[in-house]
T-cell receptor
Framework: GAVVSQHPSRVICKSGTSVKIECRSLDFQATTMFWYRQFPKQSLMLMATSNEGSKATYEQGVEKDKFLINHASLTLSTLTVTSAHPEDSSFYIC?????????????FGPGTRLTVL | RKEVEQDPGPFNVPEGATVAFNCTYSNSASQSFFWYRQDCRKEPKLLMSVYSSGNEDGRFTAQLNRASQYISLLIRDSKLSDSATYLCVAPRRGAAGNKLTFGGGTRVLVKP
């Protein structure tokens, strides 16, 4: 089956620093990747849609200058949380949609738990 | 009204019992849905798709009621390993293709 990896799985950083999270599709090419955020006891909220070779599409209320997304290849998308603050502490999950198969099918990465001190 | 709403639970279920719960959706144009399972501190994993004809996979049965705009998930012969949060998911159209809207999840606790 399709495998998506994320790195790092866990990161703790100081307030004001930037953190980069990588999302890779390991055995398939992903034209579209999605970035979600999940706060404790809440559901996944879509932050942005990342398309290879073009700018990401952000959901309403998500600051594009704070959450920088780069999708430079068909197997890699990165999310950079710039000038992170404690309220950015969350579980960040990416998913990838392949170039074939159902248009609704997404494969999820294992998530990155960010803690900002 | 939220696009997808779920009873957060928890549903405390004796091992071996049957449990069922619903999810309501607001977009009457939605054609298909998904149930995902999420374990604590893990990513969601696809459990099953739900189409108009319903879907059954082993002990799990999902049904869609278009008239009342809800989908249901029924788990028979509950196992301890069924303890998880079950997320109801509806696709919605976006500029770059379909996106997924997640419900808040229903927590199920199966106890011996």
């Amino acid at each position: 089956g399709a495998v998506v990896s994320q790195h790092p799985s866990r990161v703790i950083c100081k307030s004001g620093t930037s953190v980069k999270i990588e999302c890779r599709s390991l055995d398939f090419q992903a034209t579209t990747m999605f970035w979600y955020r999940q706060f404790p006891k809440q559901s996944l909220m879509l932050m942005a849609t990342s398309n290879e070779g073009s700018k990401a599409t952000y959901e309403q209320g998500v600051e594009k200058d704070k959450f920088l997304i780069n999708h430079a290849s068909l197997t890699l998308s990165t999310l950079t949380v710039t000038s992170a603050h404690p309220e950015d502490s969350s579980f960040y999950i990416c998913s990838a949609r392949g170039t074939s198969g159902g248009s609704n099918e997404q494969f999820f990465g294992p998530g990155t738990r960010l803690t900002v001190l | 009204r939220k696009e997808v709403e779920q009873d957060p639970g928890p549903f405390n279920v004796p091992e071996g019992a049957t449990v069922a719960f619903n999810c309501t959706y607001s977009n009457s144009a939605s054609q298909s849905f998904f149930w995902y399972r999420q374990d604590c501190r893990k990513e969601p994993k696809l459990l099953m798709s739900v189409y108009s004809s319903g879907n059954e996979d082993g002990r799990f049965t999902a049904q869609l009621n278009r008239a009342s705009q809800y989908i249901s998930l029924l788990i028979r012969d509950s196992k301890l390993s069924d303890s998880a949060t079950y997320l109801c998911v509806a696709p919605r159209r976006g500029a770059a293709g379909n996106k997924l809207t997640f419900g808040g999840g229903t927590r199920v606790l199966v106890k011996p």
